[in-house]
């Protein structure tokens, strides 16, 4: 699928080996999946526009490059999409955060909105949708159409570990959002989680379980 990018860098993969062992604590999974979300940060953020400026170093006047003004925004996806912030932040202090709070219903397996809040000019922003886990693809779906229905023209998608079912999904339901994960991995199970997976993202990350 053209939309569909996998980074398949050894560190990457390395730290999310980390992550999918259930030996792994709630301290260094949290940690590594920040660090996850700042690599992944730097393939997600390659096409950002630059413009050139001039400035002085210690020898000459020269013009050098920075990123030009625009505007990004980062949306987590509550509660497991908030582990990924601040790896991004760390890369592009300068964006927004926006929050959706979505949760899976167990039995329907649908996702249920229980909070939204977005930089009020997000139609102007390019976005990035986080959570760590795409399975379904309801969640994200519906976090995009949120977005989408609030003016968003520009939004990517950045999760750790993929299901194939969750890709089609998105791909299908959002032809132009692009998905940049670090795996895609077997199937889902009859609980709708990835196999081979990590387990539940948010307990992980939070230690509810
Ligand atoms: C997890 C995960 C995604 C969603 C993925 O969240 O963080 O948001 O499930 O599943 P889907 O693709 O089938 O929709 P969960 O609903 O467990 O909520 P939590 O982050 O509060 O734990
Ligand atoms: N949500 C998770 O946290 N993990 C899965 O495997 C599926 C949905």
Redesign the pocket.
Known sequence: MKNVFVMDHPLIQHKLTLIRDKNTGSKEFREVVKELAMLMGYEVTRNLPLQEIEIETPVSKTKAKVIAGRKLGIVP?????LGMVDGLLSLIPAAKVGHIG???DPET?E?VEYYCKLPVDVHERDLIVI??????????N?AIQFIKDRGAQSVKLMCLIA?PE?VKAVCEAHPDVEIYVAAVDEKLNEH?YIVPGLG????RLFGTK
Not at 77 to 81: E, T, V
Not at 200 to 203: E, I, K, N, P
């Open positions: 996806i509550l509660r497991a999409g979505l949760y899976r397996l996702p959570d760590p886990m795409l399975a379904t693809g309801g969640s994200a519906a299901s969750g709708a539940d993202a948010g307990d």
